[in-house]
């Protein structure tokens, strides 16, 4: 499948830029489609190029990363993503401006004093929100981080990820009957536990209830009472202005008399200049129109002035009771209206407690039934999932020289009364290395190579399922060697078909099969240590291989064998295509 673009769709790391991050002053890597290893002696600073794709995926920062003398470190990552991959959902959720057809930027800074700043696509970013994209982005597999393996509570959300088409829905439907009986059983509980204090709170609700229900209150009403006060207070006031500005309009020989008057005197002569003075008189007559207008809304207005001391004491002790109220439950009559149905609804609960208990403990069997039933419905999916994925991973060790191994995905019902809002399961990976063995829990493998094939067989897997763009393994082939080397090596290989793979490796086996070989390298200039990173190809590559192969002293034989390797690898490639 690709996106609009004409690419394929499964995305990748394209540009990395490291600035100032530890011994690191600066280094900009071009990424590839395919397999890349990074290479080096140690201390080279191969893992401090992982440490910034961490840091790009939201991993925790530390003013020690910064190099020395410099103020702060900067890493900034550009990837290229599918038109319809997941992370531009998250995008779009978090109200991040983002545009399928461009590419993405993530941008990290780190300063001396410890303060982490985030950007995407140039947005600002807290950390878990830079987390949660780099989770879509990055995947990081350390050669500890296969104790992730041990944590059984993980299992269940790796079956449920591998079985998400059939599983998803059934979930769904179980998350959706929990929270219901979550509900009611709480409801229940906090019924049951009441007790006296229950008592003492209905006589507090039964007086509250009814001083406010006393008080008839209506929407609005203080804003409308408070309004009518003003005018009543004012009455005098009002009709001595009203009157006054009517009198000047149209009382005597002023106002509208005199603008009459000149009115007319002014049409006696419009007739003999009439382009200038007829619209004069125009202009003056519509005026007197709207003053006579505005007069007789005065007088209007006058008249209906209300002299009522009696209504005034009533709104003033109608105020003074809505103060009253409003001090006590609420600083608007809309929020005393409200509290006043919060307590007439727990009243009402108090007052019917055995008959709500009788309700809510039917309602609670009723809607545990139907949580068993969606249980037992999730289980057997599950149980379906789980043969599936055993067989897969099975088949994956298979090619990592870990035939005799027998893999197992167990479930077991939780106890009926204690339902867990995944389900009522408990998942755990059970495993057998060597014929003969039963099964155990894989944190009973002792051998840390089977461990870093089981983990890689698992990745394989989960890489078509997760549609995460850029998987990393950091020296997780520490320990193993011989044909276990190569079939890692061919894994990792066939791997970065359905996703970008960068791997830290000391393995010949595993630097020969990579479609990219970056050396990291350390240089010292004056006093100072700088780390560089070399892109090999051709003869380069032969070199570094030779090394690895033969470890300070590079020979005539020992490049033959590398350049053997090479081309061995390079069949076994086309081989997989």
Not at 24 to 47: D, M, N, P, Q
Not at 142 to 157: A, C, D, N, V
């Amino acid at each position: 499948m690709t996106d609009r673009r004409g690419r394929g769709e499964k995305g990748m790391l394209q540009e990395l830029t490291i600035r100032n991050l530890a011994v690191i002053e600066y280094v900009h890597v071009r990424c590839k489609e395919g397999f890349h290893v990074l290479t080096g002696e140690t201390g080279a600073g191969k893992s401090i190029i992982i440490d910034a794709l961490g840091l790009i995926a939201g991993g925790r920062s530390s003013s020690e990363l910064v190099r020395y003398g410099s103020d702060r470190a900067v890493i900034e990552a550009l990837f290229h993503v599918g038109a319809d991959h997941p992370v531009w959902g998250v995008l779009e959720r978090m109200g991040i401006e983002a545009d399928d057809d461009e590419h993405l930027i993530i941008r990290r800074e780190i300063t001396v004093q410890g303060k982490s700043t985030s950007r995407i696509n140039s947005q600002l970013v807290n950390l878990a929100s830079l987390k949660e994209v780099g989770e879509c982005l990055i995947n990081i597999h350390g050669q500890h981080e296969h104790q992730s393996l041990f944590r059984t509570e993980k299992h269940i959300e790796w079956l449920d990820l591998f079985g998400h088409e059939t599983i998803g829905p059934v979930k769904q439907a179980y998350k959706e009957a929990y929270q219901a009986y979550i509900t009611v059983r709480d409801q229940l509980r906090e019924l049951q536990e009441s007790g006296k204090q229950a008592l003492q709170m209905m006589d507090l609700y039964r007086f509250q209830v009814e001083e406010i229900g006393a008080a008839k209150l209506k929407l609005g009403e203080d804003e409308e009472l408070q309004e009518e006060r003003r005018r009543l207070a004012n009455a005098e006031k009002l009709y001595s202005g009203a009157s006054g500005a009517y009198d000047g309009l149209y009382g005597g020989h002023e106002g509208l008399d005199a603008i009459r008057k000149a009115l007319q005197k002014l049409t006696d002569i419009a007739a003999f200049d009439p382009d200038k003075l007829q619209p004069l008189v125009e202009q003056v007559q519509s005026a007197y129109y709207q003053l006579e207008d505005a007069a007789f809304q005065l007088r209007d207005y006058r008249d209906e002035i209300e002299f009522n001391p009696s209504r005034l004491d009533y709104i003033e002790q109608r105020l003074d009771t809505l103060s009253t109220l409003r001090r006590k439950y609420g600083e608007t009559v809309a929020d005393i209206l409200q509290y006043y149905d919060k307590i007439q609804d727990e009243l009402s609960r108090m007052e019917n407690k055995d008959e709500l208990l009788t309700q809510l403990q039917a309602e609670e069997t009723a809607l545990l039934q139907r949580l068993k039933q969606r249980a037992v419905a999730l289980r057997e999916q599950r149980e379906l999932a789980a043969e599936s994925l055993a067989c897969e991973i099975m088949s994956e060790l298979k090619e990592l020289h870990m035939e005799k191994t027998r893999f197992k995905v167990q479930i077991t019902p939780l106890p009926e009364d204690k339902p867990a809002k995944d389900g009522a399961d408990q998942v755990e990976f059970l495993i057998s290395a060597n014929p003969g063995e039963p099964l155990r829990p894989l944190s009973k493998i002792a051998s840390g190579g089977e461990i870093s094939r089981v983990m890689l067989a698992m990745k394989s897997i989960f890489a078509r399922i997760d549609r995460i763009p850029v998987l990393v393994f950091d020296e997780v082939d520490t320990g193993v060697s011989g044909r276990a080397a190569q079939a890692i090596a061919e894994k990792m290989s066939r791997l970065s078909r359905s996703c970008q793979v960068f791997s830290i490796t000391h393995l010949p086996q595993v630097a020969c099969m990579a479609d990219v070989h970056y050396r990291i390298h350390k240089a010292t200039e004056g006093e100072r240590t700088f780390t560089h990173v070399d892109d090999m190809d051709g003869k380069q590559r032969i070199e570094e291989l030779a090394r690895m192969l033969g470890g300070v002293e590079v020979t005539d034989k020992t490049l033959l064998h590398a350049q053997e390797m090479l081309t061995l690898a390079d069949a076994k490639k086309r081989g997989q295509d």
